[in-house]
């Protein structure tokens, strides 16, 4: 198993940025692909980025693409989500989670394994 707790949520203003960290704990960080998802009120969880387990690949929404960039750090067991030109839109609870069995960095919710317990993300205009 794999324990997973996100920080860096935070009230920003439109046009600013913030960074998102997800440290793991439990088995090897190594063998987890990685995704952050969010969920604002009222609505379903959806995909924003994920990663594969080395780094090398690396998928995005379009509604964050070039804005959002998704990062991992193996030997600290923890993955990123860089923000920038946040918009209001991008207010929601940001969740991490890890998929242990492919190593393919999925925008499919159901494929992820283990959840964190979301960091909240306020975007005022």
């Known amino acids: 198993q794999v324990q997973l707790v996100e920080s860096g949520g935070d009230l920003v203003q439109a046009g600013g940025s913030l960074r998102l960290s997800c440290a793991a704990s439990?088995?090897?960080?190594?063998?987890?692909?990685m995704g952050w998802f969010r969920q604002a009120p009222g609505k379903e969880r959806e995909f924003v980025a994920a990663?594969?387990?080395?780094?090398?690949?690396?998928s995005y929404a379009d509604s964050v693409k070039g804005r959002f960039t998704i990062s991992r750090d193996n030997a600290k067991n923890t993955v990123y989500l860089q923000m920038s030109s946040l918009k209001p839109e991008d207010t929601a609870v940001y969740y991490c989670?890890?998929?242990?069995?492919?190593?393919?960095?999925?925008?499919?919710?159901?494929?992820?394994?283990?959840w964190g317990q979301g960091t909240q993300v306020t975007v005022s205009s």
């Open positions: 989670a890890a998929d242990y069995h492919w190593d393919i960095p999925s925008r499919n919710k159901i494929q992820y394994d283990y």
């Open positions: 439990g088995r090897t960080f190594s063998t987890y692909a």
């Open positions: 990663i594969s387990r080395s780094g090398g690949s690396t």
